[in-house]
């Protein structure tokens, strides 16, 4: 096998044991619930706010890296089209909100922390996702034509663009069933976070499969047999490593979690250096073929008359 063959392929493997790592890892927690859909009706407005503060927070953040080159209106189309889609980073503002009840009232808090991603962090997304809709452009267009004030953004968003704070919320009935209380998240489940969307989009990860462990532990080859002998030391040891690693069963559940980020970032390392040698492999073919045919004479033409 190539090396250009084999670098999505340990791309494919590092994503997959990531996942099956990280479903391990939390299989005796409780599962995320469900958006409450009754509750958007109570908080679109307050939403809506805290969507216009994080786009205008981001747009200014991503000016300040780009300065004094300005931002595309593509860049700002990308934030708005993320910032309600929890697999995006820019949607990370939600996980630091909590739904608490005062009153007929439901308001929304913010926390320092990220916390676990439950029924109520599912609820702000899909709201976040209800205020936004179809508009992502028009926001964007607002944005890029230089209005980074945060009433003007607020007023344009949420009354005459979607109209979610248009009325009154309605008083929140006393029958509700209250929410989960705001757990913090571990630092190391936000570290697994980041890492897994950081690998989203990259060679071998669209359409990856999750396999489960037996999966991976029947699969032929996984160790690495019938590599090619000269693909370099890393290549060869890094599917041992994974099934090292799988068959350590006395391995405690709480170092999986510090375990698997090394492995991932050992891993990153070599594939970074393997793309490094094939572009350089692929610059020197380019270049030499661009010296080689620049070499050729030109055919003889006729003198003009």
């Known amino acids: 096998m190539s090396k250009v ?7 494919g493997l590092v994503l997959a044991f990531t996942v099956f790592l990280l479903a391990s890892s939390t299989s005796g927690s409780k599962q995320a619930g469900a958006a409450r859909k009754e509750d958007i009706p109570y908080i679109k407005c307050q939403v809506c706010e805290k969507l216009a503060a994080e786009l205008l927070r981001q747009v200014q953040q991503k000016h300040a890296e780009s300065s004094p080159k300005k931002i595309s209106e593509y860049q700002i189309i990308e934030i708005a089209e993320n910032v309600c889609n ?10 630091k909100i909590d739904i608490v009840e005062k009153g007929d009232k439901l308001e ?10 439950n029924s109520e962090c599912k609820t702000i997304e899909r709201a976040c996702q209800e205020v936004i809709g179809y508009s992502d452009t028009d926001v964007a267009e ?31 009935p006393k029958d509700r069933t209250p929410g989960e209380p705001f ?26 499969k999750m ?14 047999e019938g590599a090619d002998e000269d693909d370099g030391d890393d290549e060869e040891n890094f599917p041992s490593q994974l099934g090292k690693i799988l068959k350590e069963k006395e391995i405690k559940k709480a170092d999986w979690k510090e375990t698997i980020v090394k492995q991932v970032k050992s891993a990153g390392e070599t594939l970074k250096r393997h793309a490094n040698d094939i572009s350089l492999s692929l610059k020197k073919w380019w270049t030499g073929k661009k010296a080689a045919s620049s070499k050729r004479k030109p055919a003889n033409r006729k003198p003009e008359l």
């Not at 063959?5 to 791309?11: M, Q």
């Not at 929304?108 to 991603?117: H, I, R, S, T, Y």
């Not at 607002?142 to 953004?153: A, E, V, W």
């Not at 396999?211 to 690495?224: Q, T, V």
């Open 108 to 117: 929304l808090v913010d926390q320092e922390a990220e916390g676990m991603c």
């Open 142 to 172: 607002f944005l890029y034509k230089g209005k980074l004030h945060l009433d003007s953004l607020v007023n344009y968003l949420c009354k005459d663009l979607t109209k979610a704070c248009s009325t009154v919320p309605p008083p929140v």
């Open 211 to 224: 396999y489960s462990r037996d999966e991976l532990m029947n699969m032929k080859n996984f160790g690495g």
């Open 86 to 95: 929890l697999k995006k980073e820019e949607a990370d503002w939600i996980l």
């Open 5 to 11: 063959a084999k670098v999505p392929l340990l791309y």
């Open 183 to 208: 757990i913090p998240k571990p630092t190391k489940d936000a570290e697994m976070d980041k890492i897994l969307r950081s690998m989203e989009g990259l060679p071998g990860a669209p359409g990856m």
